[in-house]
């Protein structure tokens, strides 16, 4: 266990960041940062957990019909539009420049984290509910599907795990900065649900749009639009590996499906 890269460099980055270099502005910016974005990611989180579970009926929204609709349309389209934006060249030097000094460019992979989190919020808590329930499962159903529901959203976390913790829970850049170390991103992901597909944090997150136990048009919206960003959106990033990985990308490609794994797997060569 001590051995597997995706907890030894989490690990080696920790370590660091408990003996931080010395700069006490650069020590207080970093810990400044790391508190809001861990805060902001935990609050979009749940808020985004207890929405879904109630199938988008309860929310802080109040626009009048029929304003509410394209309000909501707009809720679920800004986070796509802004995720898929700063991963981009142009994006990231944007992301980078978003924090004025010389901090911009190490801090950059938490402040993704921290709009991304915000954005989440936003979405979950500002949602008009249309007031219309169309099903709501009880009895042996609704626990069937509270059970599916809580397993999509470990399957979610050990995808993020396998991707590499650092770097989805924003604590790369912060981390990085306090120990003034250049952030060092962990390798091309081929372990754990990675060596079954390619993208699971994006399936696990599909998962969790459709096993909830209360159905609405609001949920029935957020699910389709969510699921076809889910389907679509790694392609880009597929891009980017190919570009930064080449032959290595090509080979784990050609061995691991993209989104639903194969009833026979073959090992991937990707080292």
């Known amino acids: 266990m001590w051995t597997d890269p995706r907890i030894t460099g989490f690990l080696n980055l920790m370590l660091a960041a408990l003996r931080p270099a010395p700069g006490l502005r650069r020590i207080a910016l970093a810990l400044a940062f790391g508190a809001i974005t861990h805060l902001a990611f935990a609050a979009g989180v749940l808020a985004m957990i207890a929405a879904m579970f109630f199938g988008m009926s309860e929310s802080l929204g109040r626009v009048p019909q029929p304003w509410a609709w394209l309000a909501n349309a707009m809720l679920i389209v800004q986070f796509p539009l802004l995720h898929s934006l700063f991963l981009t060249r142009q994006g990231g030097k944007l992301l980078a420049r978003l924090v004025p000094g010389p901090h911009g ?32 499962a009880e009895g042996a159903v609704f626990w069937a599907l509270c059970t599916a529901y809580a397993l999509s959203w470990l399957l979610l976390l050990k995808a993020s795990f396998d991707a590499g913790a650092e770097v989805q829970s924003g604590a790369l850049g912060w981390m990085s900065l306090m120990a003034r170390i250049k952030p060092r991103f962990p390798d091309m992901p081929t372990r754990g649900l990675f060596r079954v597909i390619r993208q699971p944090i994006y399936v696990a997150f599909a998962l969790t749009l459709w096993t ?13 639009s969510y699921t076809a960003y889910c389907l679509f959106a790694p392609r880009l990033k597929e891009r980017r590996f190919a570009a930064r990985y080449g032959d290595r990308f090509a080979r784990y490609r050609a061995a691991v499906p993209y989104a639903v794994p194969r009833l026979t797997r073959r090992t991937p060569d990707a080292q």
């Open 105 to 136: 460019a190490t801090l950059s992979t938490t402040t993704y984290a921290l709009i991304a989190s915000v954005q989440l919020l936003a979405l979950f808590t500002l949602w008009t509910p249309s007031g219309i329930i169309w099903w709501q």
């Open 212 to 224: 909830v136990p209360v159905w609405t048009p609001d949920q029935v919206l957020l699910a389709t």
